[in-house]
């Protein structure tokens, strides 16, 4: 039997291709796969995908705008 398939406005397909569009840069993939098994502090992500960390927190910035990470604060540690 045939999937039903259903109509999705264009905010939801805007919604769709900036999805992708963030996940199309392969250190934001490698970013979430670091994060995989857990959340990390910024100095473990830097080093579990050997990036600079200037280059890394606007990543993680831009991961955490399009809602695919969340961060918090302890200390002075920041976790994703």
Do not use: C
């Not at 600079?52 to 604060?73: E, F, T, W």
């Amino acid at each position: 039997m045939p999937r039903q398939r259903k109509n999705l406005s264009d905010a939801a397909l805007q919604l769709i291709a900036d999805r992708f569009k963030v996940l199309s840069e392969p250190m934001r993939l490698k970013i979430l796969h670091s994060l995989w098994d857990g959340e990390q502090t910024v100095g473990q992500i830097i080093a579990s995908t050997h990036g600079l960390q200037a280059n890394v927190s606007k990543h993680l910035g831009m991961l955490q705008q399009a809602g695919l990470v969340s961060r918090r604060k302890e200390g002075l540690n920041v976790y994703y």
